[in-house]
């Protein structure tokens, strides 16, 4: 290939991971309202933040907020200050942590690899179901992996490749990490030294060659103060609420009902994998043969798996389960699937990557399937336009074109284009949501119509929400005011009772429930919509609207 042809296609290389990247992110990213319930009580806290101008302790709807440490909401906060209180806003900062975790991951895999590796795992990653939802959702766990994954990459690169200056900033990265959702960096990062010493005796020599109780002393120093700073401003508040409920008990205690087994964060991964899951798979089974011969498994190798296997057997061991707690685990496996791709392609009839070879075979029907299911879903359950179509019909053209390639990999023809094909049809499926389904989506939305209409309509009354559940954060950040959450009978009188205006926002089916009591009420403002805004809001066999009123006083 002459240079002026080589030149070409980087530049066009280029172009389309920027728009990929774009498209992924940053794409009408503040169109949305917020989503029930978390990023809206995410970005209430940070508002507050900016309002109150205090900057070292969270608070929501006033009182102290011991959910997470502060560097998240100050990070968000300070989004605020220069673009304002609004949803692009609070989502700005997720999603450069997501574009700093793409980064970080290329660079690792072409640290410890090649190039190309680290350029295929990024691209992995950016186009994951994982980075498209976390990076769009007000919280924290993309800034929270850019920091974890970010400082373990630093320390392993520091070790693998006799780089220690590479340590120091690696152990701020995990100070960092720390101070965005606490203690739980240094344990993933700690049980994987731990796991790295006893499989390895070279990871042993290399990594406790660090300067591990210096690099510790320095983590403490950045994140402690803000530790302590709480304890000594909110005492055994700030141990109740956040080291034993919102760690220890949230952890150990069986808190919460009808919790996800234990296979749970496989399941995730497996599906959040798609389309390389089988090629994981594969590069898993090789190294597993490769490891019973007695061979050495390349270190970078054994530090990606064990960095997967503590992030999913620690969070499995959790009896609260979410299913983005995992996604820490994410870079690396996204790493995994770019190094059995390279080998798979440049060493196509090599018997040591077998597994992987048969694996990648799955990557184009894998595609088809997932188009094929796509559109029968749209053609039959979903109302969605017409024009939607276009997803299932570019995946089963990608899948299609990769089945092709990958039949073909002993010629070499094409097989560079795969994992560029397979990210373009996951962006197709990414582009119909945000053009066609967040719009349907939005429509179904309750909230924020409830609390515009108080924020514009109700001055001097006093607010309230009586067992909104879920819609709770997303009234309360757009009703910008002080809100009492009722959630008993006897509370709820009460507070219709004290004397002076007064506005509530509930479901009608309770309001009535009220009027039976004979409790004064009128409805000032109703408006139909769900409980919980989910998929289920765009099926043909309609969802049940619920009807939500705001209602005062009655003269």
Request: aromatic share 12%.
């Amino acid at each position: 290939m002459s240079r002026a042809a080589l030149r070409i296609e980087r530049i066009a290389a280029v172009a389309l991971a920027a728009s990929i990247l774009f498209v992924v992110l940053f794409w009408r990213l503040g169109v949305p309202s917020f989503w029930d319930p978390d990023e809206a009580h995410y970005a209430e806290t940070s508002r507050e933040m900016v309002a109150t101008g205090d900057w070292l302790a969270p608070f929501y709807n006033e009182q102290p907020f011991f959910d997470k440490p502060a560097f998240f909401h100050q990070l968000q906060a300070a989004s605020m200050v220069v673009f304002g209180p609004y949803e692009f806003a609070a989502r700005f900062v997720p999603a450069l942590g997501a574009l700093a975790l793409i980064g970080v991951t290329i660079w690792f895999g072409s640290t410890l690899g090649s190039r190309r590796t680290g350029i295929i795992g990024g691209l992995l990653l950016a186009v994951s179901p994982g980075v498209f939802g976390l990076a769009r959702y007000a919280i924290l766990d993309t800034v929270f992996t850019a920091f974890v994954f970010g400082g373990a990459a630093l320390l392993a690169v520091a070790a693998l490749r006799d780089r220690p200056r590479l340590q120091w900033p690696g152990y701020v990265a995990v100070a960092f990490a720390v101070l965005t959702k606490g203690p739980l960096a240094l344990v993933l990062c700690g049980l994987t030294l731990l796991l790295a010493c006893v499989v390895s005796a070279d990871l042993r020599r290399r990594l406790l060659g660090l300067r591990w109780i210096v690099g510790l002393a320095l983590v403490v120093a950045i994140a402690a103060p803000w530790f302590i700073y709480m304890y000594l401003r909110f005492g055994q508040d700030f141990v109740n609420g956040y080291v034993l409920d919102e760690n220890l008990r949230l952890f150990a205690a069986s808190r919460f009902a009808n919790q996800p087994g234990p296979l749970f964060y496989v399941q995730i991964l497996a599906l959040g994998l798609l389309p390389w899951t089988g090629l994981l798979i594969g590069r898993l089974v090789d190294d597993v043969r490769t490891a019973m011969r007695r061979e050495r498994l390349d270190a970078a190798e054994t530090l990606l798996w064990l960095w997967a296997l503590v992030v999913v057997a620690f969070f499995s061991a959790s009896t609260f389960k979410l299913d983005h707690y995992v996604f820490p685990a994410a870079p690396a496996l996204c790493l995994l699937c770019a190094r059995a791709w390279q080998d798979v392609q440049t060493q196509p009839l090599d018997r040591r990557h077998l597994a992987a070879r048969i694996g990648a075979s799955t990557i184009g029907p894998v595609l088809i399937v997932i188009g094929c299911a796509i559109g029968y879903l749209l053609v039959t359950q979903l109302t969605l336009p017409r024009a939607t179509l276009f997803v299932p019909a570019a995946m089963v053209s990608c899948g299609a074109a990769v089945t092709v390639i990958v039949s073909r990999l002993a010629s070499g023809r094409g097989s560079r284009l795969v994992p560029w094909i397979g990210s373009i049809a996951l962006v197709v499926i990414y582009a119909g949501v945000i053009l066609f389904a967040l719009p349907a989506l939005e429509a179904h939305k309750v909230a924020p119509h409830l609390a515009r209409f108080v924020a514009s309509n109700a001055a001097g009354n006093r607010v309230a929400s009586y067992r909104l559940n879920r819609l709770t954060p997303a009234f309360r950040f757009y009703v910008n005011r002080h809100t009492r959450f009722l959630d008993g009978v006897d509370e709820a009188e009460a507070f219709f009772t004290a004397g002076g205006p007064f506005v509530c926002a509930m479901a009608k089916e309770a309001y009535d429930e009220f009027v039976a009591r004979g409790v004064p009420l009128k409805i000032v403002y109703r408006r139909e919509g769900v409980w919980v805004t989910s998929g289920r809001a765009l099926s043909r066999k309609r969802e049940r609207l619920t009807e939500f009123v705001v209602a005062g006083q009655a003269k």
